[in-house]
């Protein structure tokens, strides 16, 4: 399965993606606050990978005058729906339908690693203003919390996927940020969680590409054994999933 059927597996599952993927909390938005060194209100943002508008809800609570991009028509849908007022244009990181110089930030939350970063970076900074900043954001798997390791290991052997390194993630997608010129670079991780019904979580974890993918077969024989497997870590049936947020911020000299 290629990365790009991955990616077009959400459109199906949009309504699915919306209900219910976590959010991210607000000690996130205050760091990129922090490093862009200014408030979100007045900022022209442009959200790339939209999705659903998760993010996009939490850039407009802060003020900032966004457009949201992005390539999938479901997920474009579910956003209009959900964001009636909010601009959303069709398009991809890695060919912004936006005008040179038009945005003091440019966001990718969970959208990211679906960009060729040899298109991607250019891009972004072709849109940013001279002082401008990319932030780019993922909820990360908590793999410290024992029931969510073991659940990682079951996902990846039932899915037929590569577990993901232990690492933070795209420590080398990072790593080339870092290592651009004329660009300020800071990363930080924010740790935090929601408790959720049994049901909530399951439906949450099966909104992901590696499910998708799969077709309802698969999904459920998946869901039958491990609703058993999480009765047994929650008893009342509410799931306590903890994230950790990892946030990238590369921020553009003033000229």
């Known amino acids: 399965m290629t990365a790009l059927s991955r990616a077009h597996s959400f459109n199906?599952?949009?309504?699915?993606?919306?209900a219910y993927r976590p959010s991210y909390p607000p000690a996130v938005l205050d760091a990129v606050q922090e490093f862009i060194g200014r408030p979100l209100a007045g900022a022209r943002v442009a959200d790339i990978g939209a999705g659903t508008g998760i993010a996009t809800?939490?850039?407009?609570?802060?003020?900032?005058?966004?457009?949201?991009?992005?390539?999938?028509?479901?997920?474009a849908a579910q956003f209009r729906r959900t964001l009636p007022d909010v601009p959303v244009v069709r398009g991809d990181g890695n060919a912004l339908p936006l005008a040179d110089g038009s945005c003091?930030?440019?966001?990718?939350?969970?959208?990211?690693?679906?960009?060729d970063t040899g298109r991607s970076v250019p891009e972004?900074?072709?849109?940013?203003?001279?002082?401008?900043a990319l932030a780019v954001w993922w909820n990360t798997t908590a793999f410290d919390v024992p029931?969510?390791?073991a659940q990682h290991e079951r996902?990846?052997?039932?899915?037929?996927?590569?577990?993901?390194?232990?690492?933070?993630?795209d420590d080398n997608r990072a790593a080339q940020l870092a290592g651009l010129s004329g660009l300020h670079f800071t990363r930080r991780q924010v740790r935090w969680s929601r408790?959720?019904?049994?049901?909530?979580?399951?439906?949450?974890?099966?909104?992901?590409?590696?499910?998708l993918v799969l077709g309802e077969a698969g999904i459920q024989s998946f869901l039958a054994a491990e609703r058993d497997r999480l009765h047994e870590v929650f008893p009342d049936g509410t799931v306590e999933e903890?994230?950790?947020?990892?946030?990238?911020?590369a921020a553009r000299q003033r000229r």
């Open 155 to 169: 996902i990846a052997t039932h899915c037929g996927v590569r577990p993901t390194d232990r690492r933070r993630p």
């Open 242 to 249: 903890t994230y950790l947020v990892d946030l990238l911020v």
């Open 12 to 18: 199906a599952a949009a309504a699915q993606y919306a």
């Open 195 to 211: 408790a959720v019904p049994l049901d909530t979580h399951l439906a949450n974890i099966t909104s992901h590409s590696a499910f």
């Open 147 to 149: 029931w969510i390791a």
């Open 57 to 75: 809800v939490l850039l407009r609570e802060r003020g900032a005058d966004v457009i949201a991009v992005e390539p999938g028509a479901g997920m």
């Open 124 to 132: 972004a900074l072709r849109v940013l203003r001279p002082g401008g």
């Open 104 to 115: 003091d930030l440019v966001t990718y939350a969970q959208s990211w690693h679906w960009t």
